[in-house]
């Protein structure tokens, strides 16, 4: 282990990897700030068959404490709908990033089996901080297939924490 | 009182030790593991209609034929360079 203090900053190494840095920023706040929890009831989303959906859809979850940058925590997907889908109830950890909810080809015929190629129907949704604001943000796009195609109405529950890196 | 200490290969001060392994944004890039990101780390840009879209992972992407490739804009997702 190696702990070298020079050009007014500190480094400590240990076995080869710098465990310490007094440049590095650590992420805080992440307790002492708000606590976000709450659900958000996404409705069913219909497109296809001749309706291009392409949007993008910002929902507000409340303030965080000013200065904030980064949310993180645990969220979880549910479809309240056990003829149609999955009924997804399991917590995740949200680090960042995007959550991809629905990323899907070409639904084919109707009778028939398509060959599922391409990429025509895209939902994915993400959590950032805007304007002090804490959102959840859908991406959703569902091109004009031959065929109806609905993305299933579900809930996203969330418990998520706010910091900032100093 | 805040003690440090350094003894058996351990370094410590209040709450920290070398011991321990903390989230932290790097100031040396080389020291990165991983990127924590803020905002979205995949998204779908559609450049007209129905099916001239681009697929979206930070610098890389997937088009579809009618659409080249082009990276998204900066500042489509914030990465924080991450070591524990």
């Given at each position: 282990?190696t702990?070298?203090?020079?050009?007014?900053?500190?480094?400590?190494d240990?076995?080869?990897?710098?465990?310490?840095?007094?440049?590095?920023?650590?992420?805080?706040?992440?307790?002492?700030?708000?606590?976000?929890?709450?659900?958000?009831?996404?409705?069913?989303?219909?497109?296809?068959?001749?309706?291009?959906?392409?949007?993008?859809?910002?929902?507000?979850?409340?303030?965080?404490?000013?200065?904030?940058?980064?949310?993180?925590?645990?969220?979880?997907?549910?479809?309240?709908?056990?003829?149609?889908?999955?009924?997804?109830?399991?917590?995740?950890?949200?680090?960042?990033?995007?959550?991809?909810?629905?990323?899907?080809?070409?639904?084919?015929?109707?009778?028939?089996?398509?060959?599922?190629?391409?990429?025509?129907?895209?939902?994915?949704?993400?959590?950032?901080?805007?304007?002090?604001?804490?959102?959840?943000?859908?991406?959703?796009?569902?091109?004009?297939?031959?065929?109806?195609?609905?993305?299933?109405?579900?809930?996203?529950?969330?418990?998520?924490?706010?910091?900032?890196?100093? | 009182?805040?003690?440090?200490?350094?003894?058996?290969?351990?370094?410590?001060?209040?709450?920290?030790?070398?011991?321990?392994?903390?989230?932290?944004?790097?100031?040396?890039?080389?020291?990165?593991?991983?990127?924590?990101?803020?905002?979205?780390?995949?998204?779908?840009?559609?450049?007209?209609?129905?099916?001239?879209?681009?697929?979206?992972?930070?610098?890389?992407?997937k088009?579809?034929?009618?659409?080249?490739?082009?990276?998204?804009?900066?500042?489509?997702?914030?990465?924080?360079?991450?070591?524990?």
């Open positions: 282990m702990f070298r203090i020079a050009s007014g900053k500190a480094r400590l240990v076995g080869g990897v710098t465990r310490f840095d007094s440049d590095d920023l650590l992420l805080h706040g992440a307790s002492a700030g708000l606590s976000i929890s709450g659900f958000v009831d996404i409705p069913n989303l219909s497109g296809g068959s001749g309706t291009t959906v392409n949007s993008t859809t910002s929902y507000d979850l409340g303030a965080v404490t000013a200065g904030h940058t980064q949310l993180i925590g645990a969220v979880k997907f549910n479809v309240n709908n056990s003829s149609v889908a999955l009924a997804f109830d399991r917590w995740h950890m949200v680090m960042g990033g995007s959550i991809i909810w629905v990323m899907d080809g070409d639904p084919g015929f109707a009778d028939a089996l398509g060959d599922n190629s391409g990429l025509r129907q895209f939902v994915s949704y993400h959590f950032d901080i805007s304007a002090g604001r804490a959102r959840l943000v859908r991406r959703a796009f569902i091109s004009n297939t031959p065929l109806p195609y609905t993305v299933i109405a579900h809930r996203i529950t969330y418990k998520l924490r706010s910091g900032n890196w100093t | 009182m805040t003690t440090m200490r350094y003894e058996s290969g351990v370094f410590s001060i209040g709450n920290f030790s070398s011991a321990k392994r903390y989230i932290r944004q790097v100031a040396n890039s080389g020291d990165a593991i991983m990127a924590m990101v803020e905002g979205p780390s995949i998204q779908i840009a559609v450049a007209s209609g129905s099916y001239a879209w681009r697929f979206e992972c930070g610098s890389l992407t088009t579809s034929a009618a659409v080249y490739g082009t990276p998204p804009t900066a500042g489509f997702a914030t990465d924080r360079l991450i070591a524990l």
